[in-house]
């Protein structure tokens, strides 16, 4: 069994990028940049009025001003502004030669048909200066980013409606256990339904990935071996839930090591999810995790997603933080990383919800975190600082 950060570290050295390809930009979403992106204009690519208004010069602004035109958005100063004299302005629009001011029109009084004069002391510039925001070949967006919507303006502004991203992996999930049915089917006595595999399906399909379900495996080394060959098949990544430990069905590790799958761990010293499997064989990755929902849903936050932002070249930094705890925390005995579900209460205190252990999946509906607990920590107490990591 091996540190969970050993393990962490394993999974992500063996991440490789699956090449690239061209994504019309609207399409991006959740899709990484393959290529640095540069603008190719100066933002603003002029000197442009930041509100409706007067451009004229700051030193007469004593004076009457007499209006010399109209500039409306999109049209282009015909006059220079000179001695008391000043452009009626719309905002975006270009400020005309001469004009160091735009004076808000609330902050002005008509005098007569064209003049105007200015009512307060002194003002602001009002103007948004050619290339304050952005420079003409600036980086606007780093290879690596993991485009969002906040993404697509910028890539709008600067032209680049075709981007090269990396190729997403494919993903698919293949539960174990003749106690198994699925979501549709009402269970009898002995049976469960099967949340696992959507559960990581889900989670997966949030990160922008392609997901496939291939089914139940029963609980024979034949079964198992044609769910984990037909998911070789069709995917990137495999995971299987279920089936990972000493029992006497347990025949994922067996039928990995059978189909040539290079194992680099089995067992990892967190909790929940002891038993997980990482093994991998022709740029394919193969995870076992245990069957309680709970150490699925955790394994693959802490360790399956990593796993799968650095295939897909996401240069993301996993999120965590330093807040005190709201209650004190007990647990029986240390020797494991473990990952308690929180919530953050509206003082930013860390507090427990309701958790009876690695098959209570309700739990992780409530929870916002993941409380880190180290390894050789049984007490918490009220006020300590724990690091805690979003879900």
Not at 205 to 233: H, N
């Amino acid at each position: 069994m091996i540190s969970f950060d050993k393990a962490l570290n394993t999974m992500i050295s063996t991440a490789k990028t699956l090449g690239t390809e061209s994504c019309f930009y609207m399409d991006a979403i959740g899709q990484v940049l393959a290529n640095d992106i540069f603008s190719d204009i100066n933002m603003p690519p002029f000197d442009k009025s930041a509100m409706d208004g007067y451009a004229c010069r700051q030193e007469d602004l004593a004076e009457e001003l007499k209006v010399i035109e109209v500039i409306a958005a999109g049209q282009y100063p015909s006059k220079k502004v000179e001695k008391n004299t000043c452009s009626k302005i719309m905002t975006g629009a270009p400020v005309p030669e001469g004009a160091d001011t735009v004076i808000m029109v609330e902050h002005t009084e008509n005098t007569s048909g064209d003049t105007i004069v200015y009512t307060k002391d002194k003002s602001k510039s009002n103007i948004c200066y050619l290339a304050e925001d952005v420079k003409k070949e600036d980086l606007v967006i780093s290879k690596g980013t993991c485009i969002e919507p906040k993404h697509i303006p910028i890539l709008a502004s600067v032209g680049a409606t075709n981007i090269e991203v990396f190729k997403s992996p494919k993903l698919a999930v293949v539960s174990t256990g003749d106690e198994l049915v699925e979501p549709e089917v009402s269970p009898k006595p002995s049976q469960i339904r099967n949340s696992n595999a959507y559960q990581m399906l889900a989670q997966a399909k949030a990160l922008g990935i392609e997901v496939e379900y291939i089914g139940i495996a029963k609980d024979t080394k034949e079964s198992t071996e044609e769910m984990l060959l037909k998911a070789i098949d069709s995917a990137d990544i495999i995971i299987m839930s279920g089936a990972v430990s000493m029992g006497d069905f347990d025949f994922v590790p067996i039928v990995l090591k059978d189909n040539n799958i290079d194992i680099h761990f089995h067992g990892v010293a967190v909790k929940p999810g002891k038993r997980t499997v990482f093994g991998t064989n022709d740029n394919k990755w193969f995870i076992g995790v245990p069957g309680n929902p709970v150490s699925a849903f955790v394994q693959f936050e802490m360790l399956i997603k990593p796993l799968i932002q650095n295939i897909m070249g996401n240069s993301t930094k996993t999120i965590s933080y330093r807040l005190p705890l709201a209650q004190s925390f007990k647990r029986k005995k240390a020797g494991r990383l473990a990952f308690e579900p929180v919530i953050i209460n509206e003082d930013g205190a860390v507090q427990f919800v309701e958790y009876h252990g690695s098959a209570h999946i309700h739990a992780i509906t409530y929870a916002e975190a993941l409380m880190i607990v180290e390894a050789d920590k049984t007490e918490l107490k009220k006020g300590e600082y724990v690091h805690v990591r979003p879900i």
